[in-house]
Structure formats: structure tokens, C-alpha cells
């Protein structure tokens, strides 16, 4: 293993105004920190701290997309080297899988409660890997008639997952058997089952965020409002708000009352990624160039912290730790706390 990794052991607060930033009421609403070790309590009594506290660079290949492990163990990213980096989060060991995608991977996400996770490409297809042992591909859906955007596991019925396609497609899959189920019509960017139950199916296309009912295949959401293609969703971890993302907003959808509840403006910045902090369910994290918003919905406040020499392309977090991650075209991927 040639990649280099850097540990950082000291977590770098936020700077002086951070107690203005989550001042109030929306400091109550975070309430307190994890545990974290021992050299960063002293951070941690101001209430609140974001520091970078780890970074893998692959071999000058951008890096697209990145997601943890239900148990937080392991972060996998991937991009334009067509490989799957698998980090350990215990020994920050790293591991590869072998270059079996022939173009960009678009999208890779852990199997719920499992050391298996997926990966779709510009090659038009879709592979399932095995951390436990990544040296070979476990199955392949390939042959597909378009570029495959992006893809998603069930959270609960966890031998099925859906993607997207170039031409506005989203097909149904199951594990065993490795087979098709479905397909319907309406996302061409992000898929994104709702946390928990899995009821709901998040996709976007173009400027649209449709929300489908899984079981019925019916759209239950249009979400619009967006000037610009929307290049990225998520959910809360409650299931009851979406954050999508186009190059100029963030817009926060209510799924119970179906409108926009909050907007953030990029500001001249350009939005690429979100995500909600895995500790703190009113502050997002959205990935811009070179630098990640740190949204406070609830003081409607933000910060700028300098992140990467490029695209935030992608963001994740771990319930499990209480880590973000961020992934960039400047060919690393970072751990924050």
C-alpha cells in the first residue's frame, strides 16, 4: 500500500466566535458533545468543536464519493482511479480493491449492518465488493444501457438496492438473487432511501427532488424551487427532512408538510455536497470549493472552515463515532470531529 496517510492528533477548534455561533437556544438544542480522548476535552467544554482529525491522499486521482460503515469502522471512497479505498478506522490501514471498473466510479455505499458495499460507474455498471476480502468483485450487474449516477441500500430490507441512470432511470435490485425487480422513471443524479424504515425513496433529476413510495412506486413529493440541477441529497437521520444541494443552495423540504422550511445561500461559493452532522441534528455540513459550511438551521448561522485544495465532492457521517468525512477533487479524503 503506497497511499500516504497522515494522523493528526490534535482536533483544531473552531475559531474565537464559536460560542456566538451556537449560542442560545440552539446550543441547548445540541446539547453535549460525545466522549471524545482524553487531549481533546478541553475542546470539548466550549460545547462544540470541527477539526480535522485524519487524511488519506490517493495517488493523484480525484476523489468522487465516500461513505462509512454502519458501525463506523470503515470509511470507503473512490472517483477517477476506478478503485475502491477501504480505511480502516481502527489501524488507518488502507486496502484497495482491483481496478474492475473501466471509468469514473460515481457512487459507493455500505450494505446496512454489513461488511459488503456497492459501487456504480460511468461504465454502466453496478459491483459489490466484500471489505473483508476486496482482492475480487462478489457480483456484477453490467451490460446496462446508460451511465450509472448513483446508488443506495435499503435500510431495512437490506438485500435490495436501487440506482440511478444517465437517462432518467432508477432500477430495482436484489442481492439474492442477483436480479432486476423493477424499474420506474425519475432520478438521473442521487438515490437516497429514507433512514430507518426505508419507506420513501429520495431521487434527483435535473432541478426535481421526487419522493416515491417504495412499496407503490408512487411519487409522493415534486419538490421544486431549485434554479440550477441539483447535484446532491440527504436525509436527517429522523427520516422527516431532506437538504438537496445545487450549485447555488441548500434547500431543507419538510416531508410533513411537503414545502421548503429553510434556505442557505452559497454566497458566491459553489455548493457541491451535504450532510447532517451525525451529533448535532440542526447543523449541516456542506461541501463547497475548498471549504465546508458548517450550517447552524437552528440560529440560521454558518462558519466557513477551510477544508481541501478543490470540490467538497462529497460529504458522510457515522452515527457510530460521531465522524464526518469529506472527499475531494484534490485526491484526498479527511476525517473531522
Known amino acids: ?143 446496462h444501457s446508460s451511465p450509472i449516477m448513483s446508488l443506495d441500500f435499503h435500510p431495512k430490507k437490506t438485500d435490495l438496492f436501487c440506482f440511478s441512470d444517465n437517462d432518467n432511470e432508477i432500477h430495482y435490485w436484489n442481492i439474492s438473487p442477483f436480479s432486476c425487480t423493477r424499474i420506474s422513471k425519475g432520478g438521473n443524479a442521487q438515490v437516497r432511501f429514507q433512514p430507518g424504515m426505508g419507506q420513501l425513496l429520495a431521487a434527483a433529476s435535473d432541478k426535481i427532488v421526487s419522493i416515491f413510495d417504495v412499496e407503490t412506486d408512487r411519487q409522493t413529493h415534486a419538490f421544486q424551487g431549485h434554479d440550477e440541477m441539483v447535484n446532491y441529497i440527504c436525509w436527517d437521520a429522523s427520516g422527516g427532512l431532506l437538504a438537496s444541494v445545487s450549485q447555488n443552495l441548500v434547500k431543507i423540504w419538510s416531508l410533513a408538510t411537503g414545502d421548503c422550511v429553510q434556505e442557505f445561500n452559497s454566497n458566491g461559493n459553489q455548493l457541491h455536497s451535504c450532510v447532517f452532522h451525525p451529533n448535532y441534528s440542526s447543523l449541516l455540513v456542506i461541501g463547497g470549493i475548498s471549504s465546508l459550511e458548517l450550517w447552524n438551521m437552528a440560529e440560521n448561522k454558518s462558519m466557513t472552515i477551510p477544508a481541501h485544495d478543490n470540490i467538497v465532492s462529497a460529504v458522510a457521517q457515522s452515527s457510530a463515532t460521531g465522524m464526518v468525512a469529506s472527499a475531494s477533487h484534490d485526491c484526498s479524503v479527511k476525517l473531522w470531529k
Open 1 to 143: 500500500m503506497q497511499d500516504d496517510i497522515e494522523k493528526f492528533g490534535d482536533i483544531a477548534s473552531l475559531d474565537d466566535n464559536i460560542e456566538q455561533f451556537l449560542n442560545g437556544d440552539g446550543r441547548d438544542l445540541y446539547g453535549a458533545m460525545r466522549q471524545t480522548p482524553a487531549e481533546h476535552q478541553k475542546d470539548s467544554s466550549k460545547g462544540f468543536t470541527f477539526g480535522e482529525v485524519g487524511c488519506i491522499r490517493t495517488r493523484n486521482s480525484k476523489v468522487t464519493c465516500c461513505h462509512f460503515s454502519s458501525d463506523g469502522k470503515l470509511l470507503a471512497s473512490a472517483g477517477h482511479d476506478k478503485k475502491v479505498v477501504l480505511w480502516n478506522m481502527d489501524t488507518l490501514k488502507t486496502q484497495i480493491t482491483p481496478e474492475e471498473h473501466k471509468l469514473i466510479i460515481t457512487d459507493i455505499r455500505f450494505r446496512p449492518n454489513s461488511s459488503q458495499l456497492a459501487t456504480s460507474s460511468v461504465d454502466k455498471s453496478v459491483r459489490l465488493w466484500d471489505a473483508s476480502d476486496p482482492s475480487y468483485c462478489l457480483h456484477a450487474c453490467t451490460g
